[in-house]
């Protein structure tokens, strides 16, 4: 049975070639991922505490408060320190040779100055050794032509860019600082003083020869005197770099394998339908094997060798193209400026799990087809019992089917009512699996229904196409199911995508209420910047959007002249009062303290009015982590009084009275050319930007999606060509009575189209099932989501779709047409 089995194979190659390449595109997904990560996995084993190689001891703060600057002159005194020098990791500016700000988000650090704990990696010139001056990364240096020597003006949150002396370039790349944009080195007072920072992230000790680590570190917590400090040794420091780095590498694998999971169970969908087909086609050849004494299980076992030599085959092909895979995608992310460390490492256990996988994956999707390929009775070969006709699905399976879906779309219908994700997830597998059970009946009623029009139109090629799709209920069904995994998962981010940016444009609409908004780039605004645009006497309103919770009750900064914008009504008082003194209360608020109009509130001990207590149902943009509603409106003037280092990342601008919006925004660009960490823009650009990041998901999304409709557009050709070879002297009739060969090829394309449109149609309507329900629960958690159809992207699924169905239909039509009439007549 052996030796039988292997010339099966050989002499069937070309039929089995189909199945072979949905292996051979799942396995290099698995091996392409796999490769990418394990190189990123070497590299940051490789680079994980790169910038502690002479750190013997750390102290740390053991909270969100940053540790003052003060207390480095305190660890320095400590008996057994050789050095110490505080260290944060911040955001900031640098202005290009062009004097606009340089792109990318700028990592921004302090640098020790004590020779004895750096351990920077110098490319040209030197660190900085004292204040006004400065290092940056060898690429932004290249790129932006800067000298050593010469100045270079970096900015932050602390305030306008000023000109700092580069004194070098470092090596970061690879590193946790190399983020794709510009890397700042300054001293530590220097750091703190650009960026903001009320204090250092931690403190670096360097210890003198000697020194027992473990009684310096317990000299250093008496040193400090505080609880909220921690104290940790240098090995310590290593392992948690380490740990940090492989955590977030682990994560970003587990979100790859959720797509590559998809891509498999789509091929797996591919290869069982194939083997269904095949097995299906050798009925009368296995009734006679088993007349001449071959054994059920003989038969079964000799299925699975097949499968297992394909599959094995397949995954060979595909650990190759993983390899390919992976060096384009690092050369992609190369030309992309996409930070990406280590190399291609291509390790023993990913090569034998990706053997295992599509081996094991293509025996379990043959277990089926093979069992029920051994029940053909022996004297079968002696009848035409051995053409078995097509079976539809059982009672039992249709009864199942319809518990399952109306399962499925219960959850989807109830997830925001019962406010869980999870019922989404659990609502969108029940409805798939309940569409894969009810398949034999639901898909060909659908063809059928699609087909009827075109029927009427185009006359008998299309019936003879519809005729020959819902011929096989489970074939069909199979083929069009996993069209679904993959269009249901795309629909469901594009129409996702598309409601979650409507609701977010719907937000800003509501907040924003100016022509200008300046956002700050990674981080809050500089601190002087809205006190020098609202000197301007081309600007009339110049609100910096500001807030703190304080006591359970958020406390927003407010301007009398755009207070109004968000309010749907005014339960009491006059809004137009708000000024100096006085201050609007939500209605939740003043329903739990029991305040109104004119009642005294107490805010960080200076008493205040209420002028206005006010209701507030517009969809917060920022979630806040007090009591929803509960929210006090203060004027701009007070805020900065009680609350003077409180930052925003928005400010928003209105022209003054007789100002165009041109000379508005000369004057606003005029302020915020010595500010590289603030950009403006209208209204548009500011929801552009917002929405900006949905869009790169969703390409992100829809391209490593793109595998599985792949794979399944690979199954649908694999189907067409397969019924070809079994309806060969069926179609030798057609063409013998007249059909000619262009209806021939007009008849398959019709059925790859129709079987691929039933797939993509019940794909769209579940995806777009699945983002209704999460939008539905997005509005009941807070915020205004609805579900917006995106027809011309949804059109557009299915119109290539359709394409790929015409293309898929190519192959099986020459084929179908290689034959001679009289030869296809013939065949058996």
Request: proline share 4%; aromatic share 4%.
């Amino acid at each position: 049975m052996i030796r039988l089995t292997l010339r099966t194979l050989r002499a069937e190659a070309l039929r089995m070639l189909l199945s072979a390449l949905a292996v051979v595109l799942g396995v290099a997904f698995v091996a392409g991922t796999l490769i990418v990560v394990d190189g990123m996995r070497a590299g940051a084993y490789q680079r994980a505490g790169a910038f502690d190689r002479h750190t013997d001891l750390g102290v740390y703060p053991d909270g969100p408060r940053p540790l003052p600057a003060r207390l480095v002159d305190d660890v320095r005194t400590v008996d057994g320190v050789a050095a110490a020098a505080g260290e944060l990791l911040g955001a900031g500016g640098l202005l290009g040779a062009d004097g606009r700000p340089v792109l990318g988000y700028a990592v921004l650090a302090a640098i020790p100055t004590e020779t004895a704990l750096r351990s920077y990696d110098v490319v040209a010139g030197r660190l900085p050794d004292r204040a006004g001056e400065v290092v940056l990364d060898a690429p932004t240096v290249a790129k932006e032509g800067f000298t050593l020597g010469a100045p270079v003006l970096v900015g932050g949150t602390g305030g306008a860019a000023r000109p700092y002396t580069l004194v070098g370039t470092v090596d970061v790349a690879g590193s946790v600082r190399d983020v794709g944009g510009p890397f700042i080195g300054l001293v530590g007072a220097d750091a703190l003083a650009v960026t903001g920072g009320r204090g250092y992230d931690r403190i670096m000790v360097a210890a003198r020869p000697g020194t027992a680590q473990a009684a310096l570190a317990d000299r250093l917590r008496a040193a400090v005197g505080s609880a909220d400090v921690d104290v940790k040794g240098r090995q310590q420091i290593l392992d948690e770099a380490v740990e940090d780095a492989v955590r977030n590498l682990n994560q970003f694998l587990l979100l790859l394998l959720i797509f590559v999971g998809v891509a498999v169970v789509v091929a797996g969908f591919v290869i069982a339908n194939t083997f269904a087909i095949v097995l299906a086609q050798r009925t009368r050849r296995t009734a006679l094997l088993r007349l001449v004494g071959a054994t059920r299980g003989q038969v079964f076992r000799a299925a699975l060798l097949e499968s297992a030599l394909l599959g094995l085959v397949a995954s060979a092909l595909g650990v190759v193209l993983g390899v390919a895979l992976a060096g384009g995608l690092r050369l992609l992310m190369s030309r992309l400026d996409v930070p990406l460390s280590g190399g291609l490492t291509v390790a023993g256990s990913t090569v034998l799990t990706s053997l295992l996988l599509g081996t094991g994956l293509t025996v379990a999707a043959a277990l089926l087809p093979a069992w029920r390929g051994t029940r053909v009775a022996p004297v079968a070969a002696l009848t035409d019992a051995a053409v078995q006709p097509a079976r539809g699905a059982g009672r039992v399976r249709l009864a199942l089917g319809a518990v399952v879906l109306g399962a499925g779309v219960a959850a989807l219908a109830g997830a925001a009512d019962a406010g869980q994700v999870l019922l989404v997830a659990v609502g969108g597998v029940l409805a798939f699996f309940g569409i894969v059970l009810f398949g034999p009946v639901l898909v060909p009623a659908l063809v059928r229904l699609i087909g009827w029009p075109a029927r009427r139109v185009f006359g008998m090629t299309v019936g003879l196409a519809v005729a020959n799709a819902v011929r096989n209920p489970r074939r069909i069904a199979a083929t069009a199911t996993a069209l679904v995994i993959g269009i249901g998962l795309v629909s469901a981010f594009v129409v996702g995508a598309r409601s979650t940016k409507d609701g977010i444009e719907r937000s800003v609409d509501a907040e924003i209420g100016t022509d200008f908004v300046v956002s700050g780039i990674g981080q809050n605004l500089p601190a002087a910047l809205a006190g020098e645009l609202a000197a301007r006497p081309e600007l009339g309103v110049v609100h910096e959007q500001r807030s703190v919770v304080t006591g359970d009750i958020e406390v927003r900064a407010a301007h009398p002249a755009l207070v109004g914008r968000t309010l749907s009504g005014v339960v009491a008082g006059d809004v137009d009062r708000l000024g100096p003194g006085q201050v609007l209360v939500h209605q939740e608020l003043a329903r739990a303290h029991g305040w109104q109009v004119g009642s005294a509130v107490t805010i960080e001990g200076r008493a205040f009015r209420v002028a206005a207590v006010v209701a507030d149902d517009a969809p917060a943009m920022v979630s806040s982590a007090a009591p929803e509603g509960h929210v006090i409106e203060l004027d701009d003037r007070d805020f900065a009084v009680l609350f003077p280092r409180e930052r925003g990342f928005l400010a928003e601008i209105d022209p003054a009275d007789g100002v165009s919006a041109e000379r508005a925004r000369a004057a606003i660009e005029a302020v915020l050319a010595r500010y590289p960490t603030a950009n403006l823009m209208d209204q548009g650009a500011y929801k552009k930007m917002l929405t900006g990041t949905v869009d790169m998901l969703l390409a992100s999304v829809t391209a490593l999606l793109g595998l599985a409709v792949v794979i399944a557009l690979v199954g649908v050709a694999n189907t067409l060509s397969l019924s070809v070879v079994e309806r060969t002297r069926e179609n030798g009739v057609l063409r013998a009575v007249g059909l000619s060969r262009g209806r021939m090829r007009a008849m398959l394309a019709v059925e790859a189209i129709l079987m691929t449109l039933v797939g993509a149609i019940l794909g769209i309507g579940l995806g777009t099932g699945v983002s209704a329900a999460g939008m539905a629960l997005l509005a009941r958690l807070g915020g205004d989501f609805h579900v917006v159809l995106p027809l011309g992207q949804l059109s557009s699924i299915l119109g290539v779709a359709v394409l790929a169905a015409l293309l898929a239909s190519v192959l099986p039509a020459r084929r179908a047409l290689s034959r001679p009439v009289v030869e296809a007549l013939a065949d058996q």
